[in-house]
């Protein structure tokens, strides 16, 4: 049954074409921060925040840093996490998501069986997500013991991605790694998008609005980014690549 969340982003979808959704990661940002940058985010019309990184994440610093985001913006917050101390009772939403390509059983099945209690108790709304590390994978690979696939294999892609989907997963989030050094490409996004049938994230390495533009007009529903509103400060630039995808997602 779809949760309110989940109907927010697909409404968001249907009426844009394509939506933004703002990462912010925990580890790098004070609560003070993390409220300024997520109202700059919602000014723009990103669509919801995100939150989560890479690293091990202190519980009671993911707290404070999720409670001061809700208390600034009126979308939804959604938790991103990397292990089950990713896990926040203030949050809207949890990501709760299988690293397709681990080759760690920890990482596809067993922190979701850990972390599945406390979702419960907390009554945290569950997005279904299969994750699928690419291109170069970047710390998220390496803390996932993931087997990034390749951007010169789309076909390998796109039936890890229609698994998912098969297995009743609702997303899928193609993952190019924070910060990497070229985003996923346009071919690789195609391929996977002619394949399934559910909402296709995709993320990383995306710092400007021609690579946003790549991403929307190959297929992406939802497009992720998270250095460029720390590099920038949720500036002129962050807006741009907002506006990109918003302006692409109808085209």
Aim: with cysteine.
């Amino acid at each position: 049954m779809m949760g309110p969340v989940e109907k927010h982003l697909h409404y968001a979808i249907r009426n844009d074409g394509a939506i933004h959704l703002t990462l912010i990661d925990p580890e790098k940002v004070t609560p003070s921060s993390a409220s300024r940058l997520a109202s700059k985010a919602e000014e723009f019309k990103t669509a919801a925040i995100m939150v989560g990184g890479s690293t091990s994440t202190n519980t009671s610093h993911l707290d404070n840093i999720v409670k001061a985001i809700k208390r600034s913006v009126q979308i939804p917050v959604i938790l991103f996490p990397n292990n089950v101390t990713g896990i926040s009772k203030y949050a809207d939403a949890i990501w709760f998501m299988s690293l397709l390509n681990s080759v760690d059983p920890y990482f596809l099945i067993g922190a979701q069986v850990l972390g599945a209690p406390m979702i419960k108790k907390y009554k945290l709304e569950t997005l279904p997500l299969g994750y699928i590390i690419v291109g170069e994978g970047g710390t998220a690979g390496i803390v996932g013991r993931a087997v990034p696939i390749p951007y010169t294999k789309p076909e390998l892609v796109a039936v890890h991605a229609l698994a998912a989907q098969y297995f009743g997963m609702r997303f899928v989030y193609l993952e190019a790694g924070s910060g990497a050094s070229q985003p996923v490409p346009k071919l690789l996004i195609k391929t996977v998008k002619r394949v399934i049938e559910i909402p296709l994230i995709v993320g990383g390495g995306i710092r400007t609005c021609h690579q946003a533009e790549a991403a929307v007009t190959s297929g992406a529903d939802i497009v992720v980014t998270g250095n460029i509103i720390e590099e920038t400060g949720a500036k002129e630039g962050f807006r741009e690549v907002v506006t990109t995808v918003r302006d692409n997602g109808l085209v």
